[in-house]
């Protein structure tokens, strides 16, 4: 009983924020999509990054210590795919739309807060580490799999390690690694800027969930089913043969049992591929989140 409270204590705060972006949202009609656009950019241009930054930069992360939960992130994101292509095959899916948002989970706007709710401040250098994992998997191997079948674009497959977001995690490794000081004060003021992006996020998922519709609601269900049960069955697995202290185990299946990330719509509104559907995995993964974050948390905290 004192877990189940935890977990609600962890997961009511999130999903609070979720649904005041989404009455927002309901309020301002098609206004939202606009006010939101400034915001969205400062958060991924500059609070984001610097949220990252300051965790990666921070004395007390020890990205060797770490290395065996990114180790868990990057077999977890693949394991997923893996584990959900036979499912596209099976089910006449196109992998194209179906496999990526099994591989990159919602890790930013909701696995972040979580993170913090769940292991407090502490948890937040993990979850970053994570992070940092399910996005260097998506970006390599799951783009790689949408741009399948389509002719060679001029861009380079490794552009996207120039956007801010990247380019902090770069930075803040390097900061680790070299034991890199950063001035008291400077540090205090990135870091606060850093952390109003968590909030920020969750508001921003509120308003986008508006956007998507359950018009494809089968492979939706199926997407909303899939990505945590894969992601939980790849994290069991690793359970039994990777050594990792309560917190680490903990945040592994939390990540493991994240829903499909947002951004996997907006990719594949990009690429054009089928972005309705992926529009309902991702509606519908959101709202399964509900039934599958609390038994990750179970599992990881048990």
Known sequence: MEVFGRI??????????IAIGFGFARVRGAAAK?????????????LCPLLVFTALAAKDF??????????????ISLGSGLLAWPVARLLGFDARSFVPPMMYNNCGNMGLPLAVLAFGEAGLSAAVALFMAGNLIYFTVGVKILESGRPKSGASHWAFLKSPMMLSMVIGVVFSVVKIPVPAALFQGMKMLGEACIPIMLFALGVRMLDITFKNWHIGLVGAVVCPLAGLIVAFGLDQVLSMGPAQRGQMYLFAALPPAVFCFMMAEKYQQEPDKVASIVLLGNLAALAFVPLGLWMGLR
């Open 62 to 75: 020890n990205l060797a210590q770490n290395g065996t939960l990114i180790l868990a992130g990057v077999l």
């Open 34 to 46: 606009a006010d939101m656009a400034a915001v969205n950019r400062v958060s991924m241009d500059v």
């Open 8 to 17: 609600l204590g962890i997961i009511l705060p999130v999903f609070f924020i």
